[in-house]
């Protein structure tokens, strides 16, 4: 087998600007759903009891909040796109799920647990407001469970971008660089002073294979690249991504399977008691 390349078309548009995403969700569930299935054992560190009222931060279309809900939880799913909130609605017509962003959800009465998955790493305007809006979503002595993209995710992928795009004549400065992938210690420092004790942390390398990509990584690049696609000459974005594709084939696709170079932040914070 060998590595698609951009000549297959891009399948689709996440349409990204100023920093917030629009998402193409069928295409999403279609060609990444290993967002999710990756992120089952973290269904499993979260633990949900019967009974116990959880929101999922981030919840895109859903699965996962069902998972969540299927282990008898009461969960609220929260996304920033309205298109996810429409298709989760649409898959999971028993679960509830909202539309709001990031830094100033609210629900009614205290969570037992906030859950996140690959999701706050989207979140980047204010990261202290999101950790703070979740510990006043959570009881005290409540959980924030989650994982999320963290320094040097994607590194790989973002430096053959920023040098396609610079071989274009385009500036690192003219991206409006969409994610927030924040060192272990800073992230640590922001949710001590949130109101969080961390109580479990790991960072680690995850390397995701984009097996459900007929196009390899021009479909990552085409649903989460496009700011970096926007920001090429006029009829150029195109070849940025073959460049991109050409320069980092060597690394992620060395043996004809694209695998993404994802490192993952994933913890555990329990909200202080307070008083
Ligand atoms: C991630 O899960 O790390 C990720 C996904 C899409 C774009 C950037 C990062």
Redesign the pocket.
């Known amino acids: 087998m060998s590595c698609p390349s951009a000549d297959g078309g891009a399948a689709g548009a996440g349409a990204v600007s100023g920093g917030e995403a629009t998402w193409d969700a069928g295409l999403y569930d279609r060609s990444f759903g290993f967002?999710s299935a990756f992120a089952t054992d973290m269904v499993d560190l979260l633990a949900p009891e019967p009974g116990e009222r959880i929101v999922d931060l981030g919840c895109g279309t859903g699965k996962l909040t069902a998972d969540i809900a299927a282990r008898g939880a009461d969960v609220i799913g929260i996304d920033g796109d309205e298109a996810m909130v429409e298709r989760a609605r649409a898959l999971h017509p028993d679960l509830t799920f909202e539309h709001a962003d990031g830094r100033d959800f609210a629900i009614e009465g205290l969570a037992d647990a906030v859950f996140s998955n690959?999701a706050l790493?989207?979140m980047k305007e204010e990261p202290a407001r999101v950790i703070a809006c979740v510990a006043r979503a959570l009881r005290p002595g409540g959980r924030f469970v989650a994982e999320?993209?963290a320094h040097r995710?994607?590194r790989i992928i973002t430096d053959a971008l920023y040098q396609a795009l610079a071989e274009e004549g385009v500036a690192a400065e003219a991206v409006d660089f969409?994610?927030y992938?924040p060192r272990t210690s800073h992230y640590v420092g922001l949710l001590e002073d949130g109101g969080f004790d961390v109580t479990q942390l790991r960072y680690f390398a995850r390397p995701?294979p984009l097996d459900d990509c007929p196009n390899g990584l021009a479909d990552?690049i085409a649903?989460?690249?496009q700011n970096f696609t926007d920001a090429a000459p006029p009829g150029r974005a195109q070849a940025v991504i073959e460049r991109t594709i050409a320069l980092s084939r060597d690394r992620l696709c060395p043996d004809g399977r694209w695998v993404t170079d994802?490192t993952?932040l994933r913890f555990v914070a329990v909200r202080v008691s307070e008083g």
Request: hydrophobic share 55%; net charge positive.
């Open positions: 967002v690959a790493h989207w999320m993209g995710n994607i969409p994610w992938f995701t990552w649903m989460f690249g994802y993952r």
